[in-house]
């Protein structure tokens, strides 16, 4: 795993966003995996910055997002996929059928994800992966426990995740659904080259675990030690308990 701390998120946010602008720079039919929530909102910034200010195409490239919350549907504006039309898929030149995001609505749920999965090899598999690291160590909605060869499935969501995520809900956590459709860990790994943000004191707990600490399915995200073209991205804070940060 390669660790990049850069000055503030915002710097952090810019490196990681031109890595994937030159990813569809230089291959205009690019399948891109994305995340949602706080952290990759800047970096959405910098895509669509690309789009205006250099005409970046993204025409020909299609997304798979992570996740998506069971119950709620496109026009809810909780939804992770009403999140990144706001977010990005309505300010860049996506073809809609080509942004997809898993289903939460579905009436079969284990087919819609089988059908997830197929979609994504039949896309060529994801060149390029997305991440944020939850509190808990969770990427995508891959809470501690999960197992490393998981695949597109429901999750149930943690106390934790819940708790922080309310902040969507009107602070209600009595509101956040308790499940979630998710990627697997195996469908993240299987990714050619991941990008994983986190910034803040509150991931810097996770962060030194996920870089430093055993390969264990009680932090998910430590599963990406064994990743072959990983690069973390950084600001100080999140960095703060890596004891081996200068080497990084
Ligand atoms: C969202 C996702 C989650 C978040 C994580 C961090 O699609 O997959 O794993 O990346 O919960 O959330 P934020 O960025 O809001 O701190």
Same mark, same amino acid.
């Given at each position: 795993?390669?660790?990049?701390?850069?000055?503030?998120?915002?710097?952090?946010?810019?490196?990681?966003?031109?890595?994937?602008?030159?990813?569809?720079?230089?291959?205009?039919?690019?399948?891109?995996?994305?995340?949602?929530?706080?952290?990759?909102?800047?970096?959405?910034?910098?895509?669509?910055?690309?789009?205006?200010?250099?005409?970046?195409?993204?025409?020909?490239?299609?997304?798979?997002?992570?996740?998506?919350?069971?119950?709620?549907?496109?026009?809810?504006?909780?939804?992770?996929?009403?999140?990144?039309?706001?977010?990005?898929?309505?300010?860049?030149?996506?073809?809609?059928?080509?942004?997809?995001?898993?289903?939460?609505?579905?009436?079969?749920?284990?087919?819609?994800?089988?059908?997830?999965?197929?979609?994504?090899?039949?896309?060529?598999?994801? *060149?390029?992966?997305?991440?944020?690291?939850?509190?808990?160590?969770?990427?995508?909605?891959?809470?501690?426990?999960?197992?490393? *060869?998981?695949?597109?499935?429901?999750?149930? $969501?943690?106390?934790?995740?819940?708790?922080?995520?309310?902040?969507?809900?009107?602070?209600?956590?009595?509101?956040?659904?308790?499940?979630?459709?998710?990627?697997?860990?195996?469908?993240?790994?299987?990714?050619?080259?991941?990008?994983?943000?986190?910034?803040? *004191?509150?991931?810097?707990?996770?962060?030194?675990?996920?870089?430093?600490?055993?390969?264990?399915?009680?932090?998910?995200?430590?599963?990406?030690?064994?990743?072959?073209?990983?690069?973390?991205?950084? *600001?100080?804070?999140?960095?703060?308990? $890596?004891?081996?940060?200068?080497?990084?």
């Amino acid at each position: 795993m390669e660790t990049i701390i850069s000055q503030n998120a915002r710097e952090a946010s810019r490196a990681a966003g031109s890595a994937v602008a030159d990813l569809v720079r230089n291959k205009p039919t690019a399948v891109l995996g994305l995340a949602t929530g706080g952290t990759p909102q800047r970096l959405y910034e910098e895509l669509i910055r690309a789009r205006r200010e250099e005409g970046l195409d993204f025409s020909r490239v299609v997304t798979f997002n992570l996740d998506e919350y069971v119950g709620l549907g496109p026009n809810d504006s909780r939804s992770y996929h009403f999140y990144m039309w706001k977010n990005l898929f309505s300010h860049i030149n996506i073809k809609p059928e080509n942004a997809r995001v898993p289903n939460g609505l579905a009436a079969d749920v284990p087919a819609s994800c089988a059908a997830y999965e197929r979609a994504i090899a039949a896309a060529g598999g994801i *060149d390029l992966q997305v991440l944020g690291l939850g509190e808990n160590g969770h990427i995508g909605f891959n809470e501690p426990g999960s197992a490393f *060869d998981s695949r597109t499935r429901v999750e149930t $969501l943690s106390a934790q995740t819940i708790r922080n995520n309310a902040r969507f809900f009107g602070g209600d956590e009595k509101r956040v659904p308790r499940h979630s459709v998710t990627m697997g860990l195996a469908t993240i790994m299987e990714a050619r080259r991941i990008l994983l943000l986190a910034f803040g *004191d509150a991931k810097a707990a996770a962060v030194a675990a996920m870089i430093e600490g055993p390969v264990a399915t009680k932090l998910p995200a430590s599963v990406l030690q064994h990743h072959p073209d990983a690069q973390v991205f950084l *600001d100080p804070s999140a960095a703060a308990a $890596l004891k081996r940060a200068r080497f990084a």
